[in-house]
């Protein structure tokens, strides 16, 4: 029905950026609020940053004026530009989507995740 595909992981060492994207697809018709979790070894999954349709941001107090969440609605993808990384934002990175699909069914779906590890 619907897939959400991360990318644009990797290994940063510390102070440097990446840029996550994560691309839905399938049957459909509207998405919604979208975001980005992460977990970290031992620890529980915990919210980095979401986004309205309309563009309207809410972040981590961890990760303010460092990491920015974007979209694109006509490509149904989200971005996370992450700046001044540090060691502690070593985790998997998820996205997750709020999506109406062609039969009008509205679900939450998750990305199978991106390793992001930040050292030196």
């Known amino acids: 029905q619907v897939q959400l595909v991360e990318s644009g992981g990797g290994l940063v060492q510390p102070g440097g950026s990446l840029r996550l994207s994560c691309v839905a697809s399938g049957s459909i018709f509207r998405v919604y609020n979208m975001g980005w979790y992460r977990q970290a070894p031992g620890n529980e999954r915990e919210l980095v940053a979401t986004?309205?349709?309309?563009?309207?941001?809410n972040y981590a107090d961890s990760v303010k004026g460092r990491l920015t969440i974007s979209r694109d609605n006509a490509k149904n993808t989200i971005y996370l530009q992450m700046n001044s990384l540090k060691p502690e934002d070593t985790a998997v990175y998820y996205c997750?989507?709020?999506?109406?699909?062609?039969?009008?069914?509205?679900?939450?779906?998750w990305g199978q995740g991106t390793q992001v590890t930040v050292s030196s």
């Open positions: 986004i309205t349709r309309s563009g309207n941001t």
């Open positions: 997750k989507g709020t999506i109406t699909i062609m039969t009008l069914v509205t679900s939450d779906y």
